[in-house]
Nanobody, 126 residues
Framework: QLQLVQSGGGLVRPGGSLRLSCAAS????????IGWFRQAPGKEREGVSC????????NYDDSVKGRFTISRDNAKNTVFLQMNSLQPEDTAIYYC???????????????????WGQGTQVTVSS
């Protein structure tokens, strides 16, 4: 069964940190650009960050630059999103996806995906 399994997330106070993980099962992520997306209540899904297949290129939405870091461990078939200095506006359900994109440039936010993670809730609140 081809799937991405997410872990991490939860409730954190403003200024806190969380790390999300996205582990592939049934296929190798080595050749896929992996993206992290989020969807807040009443809002459209937005692309947060992207990492190229070999990890040499990354892309961040302006809203998370300098606070979030995306990384991957291809040996473990896992991609991570380290989120620091979290703010209430970061509250959303976060999803990872193995994208049908050649790179993290251009329209990676709008391409289709081979697989999506199940989603994990991140809540930032005092």
């Amino acid at each position: 069964q081809l799937q991405l399994v997410q872990s991490g997330g939860g409730l954190v106070r403003p200024g806190g940190s969380l790390r999300l993980s996205c582990a592939a099962s049934g296929f190798s992520t080595d050749y896929y650009v992996i993206g992290w997306f989020r969807q807040a209540p009443g809002k459209e899904r937005e692309g947060v960050s992207c990492i190229s297949s070999r990890g040499g290129s990354t892309n961040y939405d302006d809203s998370v630059k300098g606070r979030f870091t995306i990384s991957r461990d291809n040996a473990k078939n896992t991609v991570f999103l380290q989120m620091n200095s979290l703010q209430p506006e970061d509250t959303a359900i976060y999803y990872c996806a193995a994208l049908w994109a050649p790179s993290c440039e251009g329209a990676w936010r709008h391409v289709g995906a081979r697989s999506w993670g199940q989603g994990t809730q991140v809540t930032v609140s005092s």
